[in-house]
């Protein structure tokens, strides 16, 4: 997943690649699951979370295992500039995106707060623009919120989990929290990777350290 990697800084404003108009051709439905539709419309109720965790192939992966919850996942780009990249494009550093998760969850079932827990105890968010051998800008920690109670959730988590890191002697949290910005969905052949290949390649290695917050998983 690491090829064509060049440049481990963002590209200055106005300095993107173009991109393209049209979207690239992706998959209609989830491989997985209830073979729901990736891009929807999805089911009243539905909320949608954004996980950049490096390598999106393991991390998708990692949030369709989460149970019922989970509506549909799939993967793409986020973050940056450059409208409808490929893949070669957002691995060029030249986009300012990085490799995104998209979750349709149902709360009810799952809290939010369980997708956080997943999320900082299955990858290292003091890397910077890494995550242990994959380096480049696309494989940035981010969490992209899509309403006011994620964004305070996410805020509040990332501070207890700072909080957990500092007191094991870790470094700074650098993950990128923000309002979630246009998500470009990937090309068909990275929509759930490693259900298709399941000995793929899956980078995903956390650091050991528990993140304080409840799982809050709804009752049934």
Known sequence: MSFLRKSAG?????QALPGRSAP????ERSRVGGHHA????????????????GCFWGAERLFWRLGDGIHVTAVGYQGGETPNPTY?????????????VMVAFNPAKLSYEALLKAFWENHDPTQGMR?????????RSAIYTTTPAQAEAAERSRDAYADALKSRGMGPVSTEIRPAPAFFFAEDYHQQYLDRVPHGYCNLAGTGVSCPIGLGVAAA
């Open 88 to 100: 070669e494009e957002v691995c060029s550093g030249g986009t300012g995106h990085t490799e995104i």
């Open 38 to 53: 990736l891009q929807g419309p999805y089911p009243a109720g539905i909320e949608v979370a954004y996980f950049g965790m």
């Open 131 to 139: 995550q242990g051998n994959d380096v480049g800008t696309q494989y």
């Open 24 to 27: 690239v051709p992706t998959a």
């Open 10 to 14: 963002l590209p200055a404003p106005g």
